[in-house]
Each structure stands twice: as structure tokens, then as C-alpha cells.
């Protein structure tokens, strides 16, 4: 099956830094990436949808200068969670949707950030 | 895309059958029925995912009522590594707006030794 790689599957950072995740798609070209956060105990919730060359959309409540999303190119969408700060603690968690794959979403195996 | 419903918890026997239930009653002619699961602190997983008719692959078989309103996704032999969050997901393909996967709760399934 497809593979969707995200990286670092883990950081810690101390609260003001920035974090930046990113999520490849390995062997198909993602036309449309989903950023989801996941805090304990609770379901994904989307944070935004990237296409390739244009700008993402958030959804409500997503500050769009604190989480910002690139995606570049058909193979790379990256998360950057800027000044982060201990609220910002969570599991993210991104998927793919690629051309010729149906309507099949694969999902990366999410990144644990802990900000201290 | 319409509502599900899933109860939160169920057990099942390590190599007996695992039967989850979710109802979607409001489900449109033009919607989906998909499947994910979820293993603790790993991303979510595609198993299976049908419109009208029963469907079968490597993993597990999913079964939609001729009514389309509920489905039941079987796990024929649980093992302890089926232990995971379950999500009953349906949307219709193409979708203007978000092309996402609405989460909902899932049921969470034990594997029991």
C-alpha cells in the first residue's frame, strides 16, 4: 500500500522555539495533505488542508501564523508550529489523498510534541 | 457527511471473531462506509471501506444492512495486535469543502488473552 512518512515521530522543545514536522508521501504524488492534532484520549481533529501550490485552509479556530503549512512540492507538506508553547502539546498527525488513489486517506505515523 | 454512531468500548477473545457495530442512518445514496483503526500512539490505518455491497480483503469484512442505515466490520481472528480505536467513517467521494475523514470517537477494542 501507499506509505506517507512524517517526521520526527517525536521532539521536545522548550516553550517560545519553533517546531517544524514534516510528511512525505513515498511512493505517490499527494495532491491534497491533512494535518490533524490529537490531544490524549480524543479522536483527530483537522487542523488544515494543503494543496500542492496554493495555500492551505484552516479550519475554525486554527490560528493559520502559528501552525503554518507548506506544501512545495507533490511529495512534501511541512507543519511548523511556531513560538510553541506547552498548549501546543499534542500528537499531529498527517494524511494523504493521492492522484489515482480513490478516496483512500494514508496517514503518516504521527509526531508527539512536548513543549516544556 | 453523515453522522455514526459506535459504542465506546468492546472485548473480544484473542482468535475468536471481533464484530463492531456502527449505525449511520442518515447516510446519503452517494456516501461511503470506510473503516480505520488506530493503535496506540501510531497514526490511523485504512482496512476497508464499501457502499452497497459486502466487502472482503486481507483484513477484515465489512457487511452494510440492504437498508444501508448501519454496518458491521469483522475481524474474523482477533489477535492481541487487532487491540486498537475503530473508526466507522462515511462521506461521499469527492466532496466539495473539506476532502477530509471526520473522526468521531470509535469504539475502542480490548484483544483478550
Known amino acids: 500500500g501507499a506509505v506517507v512518512s512524517q517526521h520526527p515521530s517525536r521532539v521536545i522543545c522548550k516553550s517560545g522555539t519553533s517546531v517544524k514536522i514534516e510528511c512525505r508521501s513515498l511512493?505517490?504524488?499527494?495532491?491534497?495533505m491533512f494535518w490533524y492534532r490529537q490531544f490524549p484520549k480524543q479522536s483527530l481533529m483537522l487542523m488544515a488542508t494543503?494543496?500542492?501550490?496554493?495555500?492551505?485552509?484552516?479550519e475554525q479556530g486554527v490560528e493559520k501564523d502559528k501552525f503554518l503549512i507548506n506544501h512545495a512540492s507533490l511529495t512534501l507538506s511541512t507543519l511548523t508550529v511556531t513560538s510553541a508553547h506547552p498548549e501546543d502539546s499534542s500528537f499531529y498527525i498527517c494524511?494523504?489523498?493521492?492522484?489515482?488513489?480513490?478516496?483512500?486517506?494514508?496517514f503518516g505515523s504521527g509526531t508527539q510534541l512536548s513543549v516544556l | 457527511d453523515a453522522k455514526t454512531t459506535q459504542p465506546p468500548s468492546m472485548d473480544c477473545a484473542e482468535g475468536r471473531a471481533a464484530n463492531l457495530p456502527c449505525n449511520h442512518s442518515?447516510?446519503?445514496?452517494?456516501?461511503?462506509v470506510y473503516w480505520y483503526r488506530q493503535i496506540h500512539s501510531q497514526g490511523p490505518q485504512y482496512i476497508i471501506h464499501?457502499?452497497?455491497n459486502n466487502e472482503t480483503n486481507e483484513m477484515a469484512s465489512l457487511i452494510i444492512t440492504e437498508d444501508r442505515k448501519s454496518s458491521t466490520l469483522i475481524l474474523p481472528h482477533a489477535t492481541l495486535r487487532d487491540t486498537a480505536v475503530y473508526y466507522c467513517?462515511?462521506?461521499?467521494?469527492?466532496?466539495?469543502?473539506?476532502?477530509?475523514?471526520?473522526f468521531g470517537t470509535g469504539t475502542r477494542l480490548t484483544v483478550i488473552p
Open positions: 442518515t447516510i446519503s445514496g452517494n456516501e461511503y
Open positions: 464499501g457502499l452497497k
Open positions: 467513517i462515511v462521506r461521499a467521494p469527492r466532496q466539495t469543502g473539506a476532502n477530509n475523514l471526520f
Open positions: 494524511s494523504a489523498r493521492g492522484q489515482g488513489r480513490g478516496e483512500k486517506l494514508f
Open positions: 494543503s494543496n500542492e501550490g496554493s495555500k492551505a485552509t484552516y
Open positions: 511512493d505517490f504524488q499527494a495532491t491534497t
